[in-house]
Every structure is written in C-alpha cells, then in structure tokens.
C-alpha cells in the first residue's frame, strides 16, 4: 500500500535551475527519507529527516518536514543533468507493536534536467 | 563493504519454472527486505524480515517464498509464476533508523 503522494508527477527544468519536489504523507513516522532512481534500477538513499527535525541539508539538498501538516519538500538547487531520475519519498514507521521498521514509498517524481 | 548484492540481474523464466533471487550484504545490518516494482510506479513491499526471522508478509501470494539462511542472506524462492509477476525485484537492508540500502535489483521476465 502506498503511504504518500508527491507533486508534481513529472517536472522539466533547465540546468542550473532549482527543482522542487513536494511529499504528503497519511501515517505518524519515525522519519522521512530520498531516494533516486535512474532508469528503473537501484535506489540511491539521497536523505533522511527524523519526524524531530524540521530541515536537513546534504549539499544540494535540502529537505524540509512538516508534521502538521505531514508534508515533505526535496530541493535541488543548481540542478544538472545528471540530476535526470526518478525521485521518491518514502516513510518509516514502526510496523506490528514495533518490531520491525516498514518503508512505504510515494508515487514518485520523474525530473528530467536539459542540458 | 557498503552494498547489497543481487543476482541475477535478469531473469527470464517460465510459468512451470522454479527459480530463486538471491540478495547478500554484509554491513551487519539485521533487517532485510523485498520489494517489487512495476514499471513507472513505485516499489511496494513484500516481505521483511528482522534478526532473520519473517516480521512482515504483505499479503504475497505464495508461488513467492522467501527464506533468510543467515543474517548475511536473503533468498526469494519463485514458483508457477505468472507473466504479471513480471518486474524489478529490490533487495535492501537498514540499521533501525538510518537510510535504507538497495541493491540494484533483479530484473524478472515471465513468460
């Protein structure tokens, strides 16, 4: 089952622009994390934002949370082409009287930068 | 070693066949899971296990059966599939709080 939406579904920038991707999310988590996906392949764990925090920089990057509102936003500034991927939040919470963690993935963001 | 590893990359198999994917890390971590993704969507959960004992079943049918040897090894044994069992199968691995770790995923065809 999914956890969250993102928006927008799809986003075309210029290089050197700034991209922003937005995540909303229905359950309490621990924390929140980025992943990046090129052509249907791996994940790559980009960032994490514990549910205590309410923004978080990785070079590039920079992730808020609110859990008020149980919303996400992941920036990309100076973007390149390379950024080209396929971007999703996912949710970690404690799952079944917590034992064990489950990570739920939104409906993702495809980027796409020209150069 | 920072990473998990998946073989086989593909997979092309047929619905009488049984085969398995095999998934390996060894950065100590003590939760495994499967996942698996369809073309354009997101990866949806299967199964995960923690200290190599199944946590989570989410609802899989069962020509999917997964099997931990060991705290290093996660297999997925796969019978009398069906062509819309066809997707990208991720292994990954996490330390309780901390970013997950994927493999790059085995690339499964039913024919």
């Known amino acids: 089952s999914q956890q969250g939406e993102e928006d927008p579904q799809a986003l075309s920038i210029q290089e050197g622009e700034n991209a922003t991707m937005n995540c909303s999310y229905k359950?309490?988590?621990?924390?929140l994390q980025w992943y990046r996906q090129n052509s249907g392949r791996g994940l790559v764990h980009l960032i994490l934002?514990?549910?205590?925090?309410r923004e978080k920089h990785s070079g590039r990057l920079r992730v808020t949370l609110d859990t008020s509102k149980k919303s996400s936003s992941l920036l990309i500034t100076a973007s390149r082409a390379a950024d080209t991927a396929s971007y999703f939040c996912?949710?970690?919470?404690?799952?079944?009287?917590?034992?064990?963690?489950?990570?739920?993935f939104g409906t993702g963001t495809l980027l796409a930068v020209q150069p | 070693d920072t990473e998990v590893t998946q073989t086989p990359k593909h997979l092309v198999m047929g619905m009488t066949n049984k085969k398995s994917l095999k998934c390996e890390q060894h950065?100590?971590?003590?939760?495994m899971y499967w996942y698996k993704q369809k073309a354009k969507k997101p990866p949806e959960l299967m199964f995960v296990?923690?200290?190599?004992?199944?946590?989570i079943n989410e609802s899989v049918p069962s020509r999917f059966s997964p099997e931990c040897p060991n705290s290093s090894l996660l297999n997925l044994h796969l019978h009398a599939l069906q062509p819309e069992d066809s997707a990208l199968y991720l292994c990954?691995?996490?330390?309780?709080?901390?970013?997950?770790?994927f493999g790059s995923g085995t690339r499964l065809t039913v024919v």
């Open positions: 990954a691995s996490s330390h309780a709080n901390y970013g997950y770790t």
């Open positions: 934002i514990r549910s205590n925090e």
């Open positions: 359950t309490s988590i621990n924390n």
């Open positions: 296990y923690s200290y190599e004992k199944l946590s």
């Open positions: 950065m100590g971590h003590r939760a």
């Open positions: 996912a949710t970690d919470r404690m799952n079944y009287g917590g034992a064990t963690n489950k990570l739920i």
